[in-house]
């Protein structure tokens, strides 16, 4: 059912970047603020450095898509490299 549901969602170009712009400016900032602080908490404590890390993930990640409509197409489930 799981492979089922991913194949769904690649086949219609779903990405998790996409789930990140369908929630929102302030549910995705919330969700990637979660990230960078489990993923680089213990690395920069620095109040700032985490935000501007956040903002920065934000505009790269929230922008329209573009390569992620090409990796549709070169990745697709059960393609040989």
Known sequence: MFVKTVGYFWENQYTPMTFLRGIGPLGSHKLLRGFVMKRMGRVHNDPEH????????????????????????????????
Do not use: D, F, S, V
């Not at 934000?58 to 040989?80: F, M, N, T």
């Open 50 to 81: 985490i935000e501007a890390l956040t903002n920065y993930m934000k505009e790269i990640l929230l922008r329209p898509q573009c390569g992620e409509k090409a990796l549709h197409h070169i990745l697709e489930p059960g393609a040989w490299a």
